[in-house]
């Protein structure tokens, strides 16, 4: 039998996507999502305009190839998220 971590959410060990109402975006696989924010291992950020893409390119392109983990940990805190969305559930057309 595995360990559960029931305390941690119905989102603990997915990789998720999450929107802010900043320029930014966040993707990285979910530990803990609680009242002051949402706890990402693996994570990476991208702001609108990074590299010549748009956030939603950035998403699209890590829903079909994955993310590439800069960011070893990151709390986004809850008054920047604006939605949380499983990235399997991106499509990718």
């Not at 941690?8 to 060990?13: T, Y």
């Not at 604006?82 to 990235?87: G, H, I, K, M, P």
Request: proline share 5%.
């Amino acid at each position: 039998m595995g360990t559960f971590h029931s305390d941690k959410g119905p989102l603990h060990g997915i990789t998720v996507v999450v929107r802010t109402n900043t320029n930014a975006v966040y993707i990285g696989r979910c530990d803990t999502q609680t009242p002051t924010g949402i706890f990402l291992n693996d994570a990476d950020k991208h702001a609108e305009g990074q590299d010549g893409k748009s956030n939603e390119d950035y998403i699209k392109t890590a829903a079909q190839w994955g993310h590439w983990p800069r960011i070893p940990q990151v709390v986004v805190p809850a008054e920047e998220i604006t939605e949380v969305v499983r990235l399997a559930e991106i499509r990718k057309s």
